[in-house]
């Protein structure tokens, strides 16, 4: 199948704590994992993706791990400022039967200061 | 570069009238796609394609239609346009396969009373 769940489907957090938002899925094909954020009223941007070869990638404050074992992969966002506040999707690349991508539910994040 | 376009940016339909919005790219990207975005429901893929001639079914298909006849044009068509079709349309693009950063177009904010 081509289920994706992400989790939470809400989250707020302090300004300057940690957030982590898990993506999984059950296509143990897939190879490309990537993590979009969506801004109030704006479309949708890539922020960070992984590929299978690697198990994590970090940029600046945010990183991204992998566990294909388990069919899961996690945003990380550290030391956040309220510029972070707005949903985030996770997008895992579907093999079977077509190659595309399947979205996830969305993550609210809302930083507090 | 312009990226992704789409027109129209709002529009307002009566139930049963047809339309067609309107998605192009100038980044020679074979894979084009729409998405819709209802509010709690994240994107969902309503079709795609790999490349000029080639269109195929995403996850809600139904009351939709494409074409795509060239590499930048990405049309889609409401045939009879329904309430339960209300929402913000995104036409995206990358390279193909899929395994890369997906390029969205600003949005088209759609009602049909």
């Known amino acids: 199948g081509e289920n994706v769940e992400q989790h939470p489907s809400t989250l707020s957090v302090q300004e300057g704590d940690s957030a982590v938002i898990k993506c999984t899925y059950s296509?143990?094909?897939?190879?490309?994992f990537p993590w979009y954020k969506q801004e109030l009223g704006k479309r949708p941007q890539l922020i960070i993706d992984?590929?299978?070869?690697?198990g994590e990638k970090k940029d600046q404050r945010i990183a991204v791990t992998l566990n294909k074992t388990a069919k899961h992969f996690s945003l990380h966002i550290t030391e956040t400022q309220p510029e972070d506040s707005a949903v985030y999707f996770c997008?895992?690349?579907?093999?079977?039967?077509?190659?595309?991508?399947?979205f996830g539910q969305g993550t609210r994040l809302t930083i507090n200061p | 570069n312009a990226g992704v376009t789409q027109t129209p940016k709002f529009q307002v339909l009566k139930t049963g009238q047809s339309m067609t919005l309107q998605c192009a790219q100038d980044?020679?990207?074979?894979?084009m796609s729409w998405y819709r975005q209802d509010p709690g429901m994240g994107l969902r893929l309503i079709h795609y394609?790999?490349?000029?001639?080639?269109?195929d079914q995403g996850e809600v298909p139904n009351g939709y239609n494409v074409s795509r006849s060239t590499t930048e044009d990405f049309p889609l068509r409401l045939l009879s346009a329904a309430p339960s079709q209300t929402s913000v349309y995104f036409c995206?693009?990358?390279?193909?396969?899929?395994?890369?950063?997906?390029?969205f177009g600003p949005g088209t904010r759609l009602t049909v009373t």
């Open positions: 995206a693009s990358s390279y193909s396969p899929v395994s890369y950063e997906q390029y």
């Open positions: 296509d143990s094909a897939s190879n490309y």
């Open positions: 992984i590929r299978s070869n690697v």
């Open positions: 997008a895992p690349e579907i093999i079977q039967g077509a190659q595309k991508l399947v």
């Open positions: 980044m020679n990207h074979e894979y």
């Open positions: 394609s790999v490349g000029a001639g080639i269109t």
